[in-house]
């Protein structure tokens, strides 16, 4: 019987957060990370329209799900959510999927986009269906967003999928428009886990950011925020604080996206840490999504002298990145922990690196 493995990496995203909701239709610019899930499905005999699903986290179980259960609120619905939506294609034989993964889970680098990727990439492969790189990151983000019902964007699915290493993803959410920028040589982005994990498709404070963004766009009478730029800043006015903070987070954040590539194509790293440090400060104080943890390992790096550092991912936990230039890592990494002993390296990922 047919089968086939794929792989699928996490992701840091550089700059451009809470700017992908559908709301919002922002840019954002991530790259792929040196973590990836591995997906192996095969044909099995068995009960047709079911997936038997086993993981390396969970040795010794083996999960039966059928195509048309409702989401059961484990990791397991990510894998059928991507099952099915593949079978949307055409009939499936029963499958046997095979997970193994060496994404840190709860951090804020997209481990559920890399099993949504991995998974659908695994099933083109094996049906020998002929979807592009893009076709697959909707139909991941298809699986996850409608699904498993997290109200994600489409950038963690496109980073994974489209995305390359040692590359930035320019993604503007509306179009789908997408471009590769190479990252700065000569930094490490260095990825630190608080210690608090998050979980996006429980967490209330998220659900509420995107709804706090969709009041906002409604009240500005725009088809997404992102439309709106410096000029209409002080429109916010005549909204209520809150929905006002989330909308001015989004506004500016898509416009550093903008003016962290400039800077990129000039080779001027000193405004991109500043752009990065300014978009820390917009999480925190209008977005706020960032929280003790992560401010405090920010506020460490600043301390040491690297300003390109904040929260990365949905926020409400996980971890933070920085991008420390390659001969001060080790040095970084002795002063932040020792600020933060309940912190852990996650990575330090070369960012010229070819992986």
Known sequence: ?????????????????????????????????????????????????????????????????????????????????????????????????????????????????????????ALNGLLQLGLSDEQIALMAHEAEHDYVGVPCGKMDQFASSVGRPGKALLLNTRTLAHRLYPLPPGFALM????????????????????????EARDRLGVATLCELGTADLPRLADLPDIVARRARHVITENLRVLEFVAALEKGDTERQAELIAASHVSQRDDFQCSI??????????????????????GGFGGAIFALVPDGRTDAWWRFVSKENPHSKLISTYALHEKV
């Open 191 to 214: 990825l630190v886990d608080c210690g608090t994990k998050h979980d996006l498709a429980k967490g209330g404070g998220y659900k509420q950011r995107v709804a706090e963004c969709r």
């Open 1 to 121: 019987m047919r089968q086939f493995t794929a792989e699928a990496p996490a992701r840091a995203n550089i700059i451009g957060e809470h700017t992908d909701y559908a709301t919002n239709g922002g840019h954002v610019l991530p790259t792929p990370l040196p973590f990836t899930t591995t997906v192996s499905v095969k044909e099995i005999d068995g009960k047709a329209g079911t997936v038997a699903l086993s993981s390396a986290s969970y040795p010794g179980e083996t999960f039966t799900r059928a195509l048309d259960e409702a989401a059961a609120g484990n990791w397991t619905d990510y894998v059928l959510g991507s099952v099915k939506t593949v079978a949307k294609l055409g009939n499936l034989p029963p499958l046997r999927a095979e997970i193994s993964s060496k994404v840190p889970v709860g951090c804020g680098i997209s481990s559920s986009a890399a099993l949504c990727v991995g998974v659908v990439r």
């Open 292 to 313: 003790r943890e992560t401010d405090a390992l920010v506020e460490s790096s600043w301390r040491f002298g690297v300003r390109g550092a904040r929260i990365v991912g």
